[in-house]
């Protein structure tokens, strides 16, 4: 199977630009603490007035926001249909705005290392780094990222293991994303058949 690095489309004219979750480090987002997700609406902001679009990353931590349409079209995935599964929506209220359609917060559990090192091209942040030493062993950025399929297995989305930025998604998701006309979403290929810079 194929992989691709799934980021927001900053090229749609007009889009909207999302704020922050409110009343919640948004940081949890991306790597959750056991027992952080408790059932509820979250609310955010529109910080910049627009076009709403399918995918959006919010505020200073980037949480991915997706629109019902977008969701809809991952159904029958195990992650999304099977309870438990490391994908987890939640109903996000925006703000002073009317909108057309519900969004979602994603909240994507699984992380997996499976950086080809060999293919790709990378800084990591070193045990004396001067601004973020507790990060030592991590990447710090990848001008060419390729993933080891081999090392993914079964999944369909999920977030690399010391790079929590970076959200990878199956080929599968990237066809049904773009069957059903999801709007604000590009895919990079990190299956080293072309330079993708994360």
């Known amino acids: 199977m194929k992989y691709y690095l799934m980021r927001q489309d900053v090229t749609v004219c007009d889009r909207w630009v ?14 959750p603490p056991v027992n952080f997700m408790e059932p509820g609406t979250y609310t955010l902001d529109v910080r910049f007035d627009g076009k709403e679009v399918d995918y959006s990353l919010a505020g200073y931590a980037s949480v991915p926001v997706l629109s019902e ?13 099977e309870p438990y599964q490391n994908v987890i929506f939640e109903p996000v209220k925006i703000n002073n705005k009317k909108v057309c359609q519900n969004y979602f917060l994603m909240i994507i559990e699984t992380q997996i290392d499976c950086v080809d090192e060999k293919r790709s091209r990378y800084k990591k942040f070193e045990v004396n780094d001067p601004v973020r030493p507790d990060m030592a062993g991590n990447y710090r950025a990848f ?22 930025g970076a959200i990878i998604v199956s080929e599968e998701v990237k066809r ?20 993708t810079v994360a």
Do not use: C, T
Request: glycine share 10%; net charge negative.
């Open 176 to 195: 049904r994303f773009m069957a059903a006309g999801v709007v604000g979403v590009l895919f990079d290929s990190v299956n080293g058949d072309q330079e």
């Open 69 to 81: 349409r977008a969701i809809n079209s991952l159904a029958g995935l195990p992650e999304i249909d």
């Open 18 to 31: 999302l704020g922050d979750v409110h009343h919640v480090d948004n940081w949890h987002f991306s790597d």
């Open 143 to 164: 001008y060419n990222l390729v993933v080891d399929p081999g090392r993914v297995g079964s999944s369909h989305i999920f977030r690399l293991k010391k790079y929590l």
